[in-house]
C-alpha cells in the first residue's frame, strides 16, 4: 500500500460523512491514482482569509474533517468559555459545517452560537463586533466562488477578519489536532436569531434626504443570501423594494442562471439588465452570493453601462464625507485601486491611508487618533460609516447598496444621474481611469522567474510612456509590510502594478491612467480609453 492509499484509509476511519466515505471508497474500487493525488497530494492551507477549496474528500477538499480540524485549530487559540458566533450561506454543506464547528468549538469548551438561517457575510461580521463577550466569528462561505466550492472564514473580536501572525498560530493549532473521530463534541449550543441589530445600524446610517420613492431599482442576489437582508434594509431606511430579478431571487447553491456566481464577470447580470429595460429602471443593483459585494449599472444613451468598482468607490467617498464632520476622519483603499480616493480625500481635507490588498488591511488602516469612515477596494467591496466610524469591519454590500440608492436619489431629485457625478469627479479631480489585466499560466514557477527578469531589467517604456520609478513590493514600501509585487510609476500619472494572485496560476496588473479635463468630458474619456487600450497591449507583450 502507497502513502496516497494508506492516508485515504486513515480519513475512511475517522470521515463522519457518509457522501464523502462513498467518493473516496469508489476512488480506490476504481484505482483512481490521480484522483488520490488530488486529494491527498496537498491539502488546504489555513491563512488570511481561512480556507476555500472544491466540495470533495480527502485534505485538499473541503469537507466535514477538515472544518473539524479548522474548528479544533481555531478553538485552541481562544480563550476558554469565550462566545464564537457562527454564520453561514446557502452553498452545499455550509448549514452541516457550521454545526460540525459548533460541535467541536462547544467541545472545547467555548460557548459557539449558530445562527438560525443562512445569513450575508457582513451581518455575521457585524454581530462579532456588536457583543463585548464575543471573542471570534466563524463565517461558512465560499463568496462569488463556483458552485463546487466552500470556503470558511474566520473573523476576530474586532469583526475583522484575521492577519499574521493570527492565522499562521491557527495553522499550527490546525496542523496538532488529531484525529476528529476522537475530538470531544458539544451538543445543544443556542441559536443566533434574527438580523434585526444590524439592520437597525443600517438604518441609523446618515445617507441625507432619501428621496428614494423617485427611484426605480432593480436588484439581484445572484442567488445568494442577499435577498431578505437588503429589502429589510431599504424599508427600515424608508426607500421602496427594488424589483428583484425573479430567476435569480431565492438561494439556490447551483448558481444555475449564471456561468461564474461574480458580479464581475461579464453575463453574471444580464438578467438584471434586461429586468431593468422592461422597467426603463434608474439603477441596477446585485450583490454577489454571501452580499459582501456590490456591483452597480446605470442606463446611458439607451443602454446600461456597468461601473467600475474604482468609480463606484469614488462616488461612494464622497457621499460619505459629505454627510460626516471631523478631521479625525479616515479614509483607505487598496495600493491596487484607484489613486482618485487620495485626491478626494485631500480635497476634504481628511486622513488617507493605502494599504495591502484585501479588506482585513483596510480595516487596521491609520492609527489610534482616526477615525475610518470609508475604506474600499476595486473588486466591489466597500465599507460604509458615519461619524460613527465604518458599520462593518468588513466590506459589505448590503450598506453599500442602500448608499448608492440614496445617491442615486439625491442626484435624480436635482435633475442629474450617477453619471453625471462621474463627470463633476474628472473635472474637478482629473479623469481616473482603470482596468485590469490577467496572464494566466500554466507552469506557476513562470510568475517566479516573470517577476525576477522584470525586478532584474524593468522595461524603459510602457504604453508609449516613460517608466519614471518602480517600486519593489517585497522590501515594503511607503510603510506597508513587504508583499510581492511590482509597482511601476510612469510619466504622466500612469500607474501600473503587479502581482500574482493568491488563489490561481495568474500574474494579476492593474493599470491607470489619469489625465486632466478640459470641457470636453466625452473626448477625454475616449482618449484616456485608447491610451489605456495602448499600455494594456504594451504590458501583454512585456509579460507573454
Partial sequence: MNDLHRDAQEWLAQDPDPVT????????DNGDQQALVDRFGARLEFGTAGLRGELGAGPNRMNRVTVMRAAAGLAGCLPAGGRVIVGFDARHGSRRFADDTAAVLAGAGLRPEVFTDPVPTPVLAHFVRAF???????MVTASHNPPRDNGYKVYWDDGAQIVPPTDTDISAAIDAVGRVDELPLGTGWPV????????DAVASLNLGPSGGDQLSIVYTPLHGV????????FDRAGFPAPA???EQADPDPDFPTVAFPNPEEPGALDLALALARERDADLVIANDPDADRCAVAVPRNGGWRVLTGDEVGGLLAEHVLRHTTGDDRLVATT???????????AAHRVRYAETLTGFKWIMRAGGPTDRLVFGYEEALGYSIGDDHGVLVNDKDGISAALTVAALAAHARRDGRTLLDLLDDQAREYGLHTTAQLSVRVDDPSLITAVLSQLRADPPARLGGRTVESFDDLTHGTDGLPPTDGLRFHLAGGARVIIRPSGTEPKLKCYLEIVQPVDDDISAARARAAAELDALRDALSAALS
Fill in 244 to 246: 428583484v430579478v425573479p
Fill in 226 to 233: 442577499g435577498r431578505d437582508v437588503l429589502l429589510a434594509a
Fill in 132 to 138: 463585548d463577550d464575543v471573542v471570534a466569528g466563524v
Fill in 21 to 28: 466515505r462513498a467518493e473516496l471508497h469508489t476512488i480506490l
Fill in 335 to 345: 495600493i491596487v485601486s484607484s489613486s482618485l480616493l487620495r485626491s478626494i480625500a
Fill in 192 to 199: 443566533h436569531q434574527g438580523t434585526g441589530r444590524y439592520l
